[in-house]
């Protein structure tokens, strides 16, 4: 009975510091947020709006249609350092589901926080007959 009560105690300890606990995330670097559009339209993603909200990542993603853009919505985005001893946040990934496919970006800044390399891997759902693909762009603010 005593090893049950350990057990019990230990999950809800485990438990409670799991629903308190922040997650470990890199911060974004401010570079990162701001409006978005690619250099070249390549008939993919049209515009990126990144914005941060209680520290986390929020991507509006837009995609190319006509007359106007494709409101794909905001979604939470993780961010990522350039490695482990860094904080700051210069490469993000974020997903958006269609129903009909899902829509990965990641995206890295340069040096200089000017140019973002945007890469959009799109999967169709089961039976939707359109091969998967993958298509990259460089976006600017």
Not at 7 to 13: E, I, N, P, R
Request: charged share 10%.
């Amino acid at each position: 009975m005593t090893i049950g009560l350990r057990t019990s105690a230990a999950a809800l300890l485990f438990a409670g510091l799991a629903m308190n606990a922040a997650p470990a995330l890199a911060q974004s670097d401010s570079a990162l947020l701001g409006t978005w559009k690619p250099k070249v339209g390549n008939g993919g993603l049209a515009q990126l709006v990144l914005t941060s909200a209680n520290g986390v990542l929020q991507v509006h993603g837009y995609g190319s249609c006509s007359p106007s853009f494709c409101d794909w919505g905001t979604v939470p985005g993780v961010v990522y350092s350039a490695n482990v001893s860094s904080a700051a946040g210069n490469t993000f990934t974020a997903s958006f589901d269609f129903g009909f496919a899902t829509e990965i970006l990641t995206g890295t800044i340069n040096g200089t926080g000017r140019l973002m390399t945007i890469n959009e891997y799109t999967e169709f759902a089961p039976g939707d007959g359109r091969d998967n693909y993958h298509q990259s762009n460089v976006l600017v603010k």
